[in-house]
Structures are given as structure tokens and as C-alpha cells.
């Protein structure tokens, strides 16, 4: 999508702090961190939300938990929340499906 950011980060356009990248996904620093470790995991291949996943690409989703083990244990989280906003009502931004990584201090409850 020539307009989505997630695309441009992928294609070289914008620059972005990564942490990991593999055939299926990149990990990036979060440019306004909520915590003192603020991670996305981004699926590369444009997919808005959940909803539209193929089975093809719901099966590659389960390699992004090994993704963010790993990750974690590199910035040596033991405890981080994982979140994945899915459309507008639900505070997603970027209609590009990835998962906010959040850690490095004590997270209060959801709500």
C-alpha cells in the first residue's frame, strides 16, 4: 500500500530502529515508547486486520511468538504485554497488522 507507514519502513522510505527481521516479519523500536521498551513486530506482507488474514498467513502468525521471545530475552524482559489493536474502534493506527511489545517497568491493568 503506497501510503501505509508500515510499508514505507519495509521498503526503505522511512527510516526506523530495528531490532530483528526475518522473512515474515521485523521488529522496531516504537517511536513514541509508552515504556522504557516499546517494540513492534510488524507482519511484512500488508495485511490491515486479523479479519483479513488468510489461513497461509494465520498459520505464519504462529512463528511471531517465537519472534518476540526472542526479542524479549534480548532486551532481557521476563515480564511484557503484548498487544494487537484490530480496526479503528480498538486504537489501531496503522491498518497493518503488528503487535505493540511493552515492557522494562511495572504495566498497571488494561482499562
Keep these: ?29 516504537d517511536i513514541k515508547p509508552v515504556a ?14 486479523v479479519s483479513e488474514l488468510s489461513l497461509e498467513d494465520s498459520q505464519k502468525m504462529w512463528k511471531l511468538f517465537e519472534v518476540i521471545k ?15 489493536n484490530n480496526g479503528k474502534d480498538a486504537g489501531q493506527e496503522v491498518h497493518h497488522i503488528h503487535f505493540h511489545i511493552i515492557g522494562g517497568r511495572k504495566l498497571g491493568p488494561l482499562g
Design 36 to 49: 522504557p521498551i516499546h517494540l513492534l513486530a510488524i507482519y511484512k506482507k500488508h495485511v490491515p486486520t
Design 1 to 29: 500500500m503506497a501510503d501505509c507507514v508500515f510499508c514505507k519502513i519495509l521498503n526503505g522510505e522511512i527510516p526506523s530502529e530495528k531490532v530483528y527481521e526475518d522473512d515474515d516479519f521485523i521488529v522496531i523500536k
Design 70 to 84: 526472542m526479542v524479549t530475552k534480548i532486551n532481557g524482559l521476563e515480564s511484557y504485554r503484548i498487544v494487537q
